[in-house]
Every structure is written in structure tokens, then in C-alpha cells.
């Protein structure tokens, strides 16, 4: 019995092989250009990073990566935010991941028992000589260690797909809201109504887009181009901010 099925539409001969049986040539290097592109975007994945390091010096810079920004005059260096179609999955909000750590880590007192509600709570009722006693004492889960307890899973909900329904690169709008990570030294924050670290919202054609290898979106623009600050943005589930261009 032949591997493969053979016909023909009009001038074009097709085939299509059984379940088992050798593959074409074709088909080989259609494989091979598939892991190639998987490795290529693993590899990309790999030397993005989602941290921004910010200090007093101005100066914002990326874990892994050499180089530094800094916003001179009356610029100011925005940090896009991400594009969100509003259909992520709601649990891992779009990373396809969701992180699982201890619960004293969780509770915002990362290798202790007690938070600090806690042990305010035991010198009101047991004195500060037992408060003191029990501040240090380690979370009996991770045993003081909340690295140990961390991990990673594919999100069970979308099934790692990070979205209930995918758009398309071409439908997608360059988001028009970000964080100011950097202001030039003529820049006069208490006039401009925003500082470092505020959202802010702008126009689509603002500023200039700069390429980096860090995974991350970035706008260079006039700090007067801000057209108004935003509060509360940070845990919507899609922003809803984006300016169409004409």
C-alpha cells in the first residue's frame, strides 16, 4: 500500500502521507523552520525582562542588560504600558503563567509568622515582652525560606493560552498610557502636575518610539505632550485609554 495519497487540483499536484509513514522533504523543513522559529522566540523571551530599575540617580535601567536611559531638557522617557485587549484571562492577566508563593510572602511578611498587624495585635493582649518574643519567629510553612515555596504553572484556566480570544498583531492599537520613568533636569514637576512614577496619558503621535532589546516600550517625548495623569490604572483588567489615530 502507497505512504501517501496523491491528486491533483487544476496545474497543482498535492499529497498527503498516512499516519506513520515517512514524511516528505517538504514537511521535514517546514519542521525544522517551525523549531527554529520556537527557538528564536525562546531565546528572545529569555533576554527580555519585565523590570525596570529605577533609583535617585534618574537613570533607568534593565537586569541583564548594559546600557542606561536618562530623559534630558524637557523630555521625559515614558514606559508604554502593555496592549490589553480586554479578553485575558482574568487569573494570570494574560502571562499564560500563574506564580504560587508562601503564604507569609502573599500576606506581605515574606519568612515570618506574624505580620506587623499581628504582633501590634499581641502587645494589646498579651504584652510586648510575648510580642517580641514572636516577631522573629519563622513561618512554619517555608521555615523562614519563602524562595523554596515559589514556583511557576501553566495557568489552569486558559490553559497557558494567556487570552480567551487573540488578536491579531494588525488589529492591535500602541497603547497611549504609560509610566514616567525619567525627567529631564528643566522639567518642573510641581507645574507639570505629574512626577516619576505617575501614569500618564498622551496623544498617538506624541513623542518618539525607542527601540530596545529589552522586551519593554518605550517613548521619549515633550513632557508638555502629557495630557493628563491617571490613578487606579494599574489593576484594570484591559485599559481602556487608547487614542485612535486619524
Given at each position: ?68 536611559f536618562?530623559?534630558?531638557?524637557e ?39 506574624y ?21 522573629p ?6 521555615e ?15 490553559k ?82 487608547i487614542?485612535?489615530?486619524?
Amino acid at each position: 500500500m502507497s505512504d501517501a495519497i496523491n491528486y491533483q487540483i487544476g496545474d497543482t499536484k498535492h499529497s498527503i502521507h498516512r499516519v506513520g509513514s515517512p514524511a516528505s522533504g517538504t514537511e521535514v523543513q517546514a519542521e525544522g523552520v517551525k523549531q527554529l522559529f520556537e527557538r528564536i522566540e525562546k531565546e528572545n523571551a529569555e533576554k527580555s525582562t519585565t523590570e525596570i530599575v529605577l533609583d535617585d540617580t534618574n537613570e533607568v535601567s534593565f537586569p541583564g542588560f548594559p546600557y542606561k536611559f536618562e530623559a534630558l531638557g524637557e523630555k521625559i522617557l515614558v514606559s508604554i504600558d502593555v496592549f490589553k485587549s480586554g479578553y485575558e484571562c482574568k487569573r494570570c492577566k494574560g502571562q499564560k503563567n500563574v506564580q504560587h508563593l508562601c503564604g507569609c510572602e502573599t500576606n506581605g511578611h515574606a519568612g515570618l509568622r506574624y505580620g506587623k498587624e499581628d504582633i501590634d495585635a499581641i502587645k494589646e493582649s498579651l504584652g510586648d515582652e510575648v510580642a517580641n518574643v514572636r516577631a522573629p519567629m519563622p513561618c512554619p510553612d517555608c521555615e523562614g525560606k519563602p524562595e523554596t515555596q515559589r514556583f511557576s504553572e501553566t495557568c489552569p484556566d486558559c490553559k497557558g493560552l494567556g487570552a480567551l480570544l487573540h488578536l491579531p498583531d494588525s488589529s492591535k492599537n500602541l497603547p497611549t498610557t504609560g509610566v514616567v520613568v525619567s525627567m529631564g533636569s528643566k522639567c518642573e514637576p510641581e507645574k507639570l502636575g505629574f512626577k516619576t512614577g505617575d501614569r500618564i496619558l498622551f496623544g498617538p503621535y506624541a513623542g518618539s518610539m525607542i527601540p530596545t532589546k529589552a522586551g519593554l516600550m518605550f517613548k521619549i517625548l515633550d513632557a508638555v505632550q502629557a495630557w493628563c495623569k491617571i490613578r487606579g490604572g494599574e489593576d484594570l483588567a484591559a485599559f481602556d485609554f487608547i487614542i485612535q489615530a486619524d
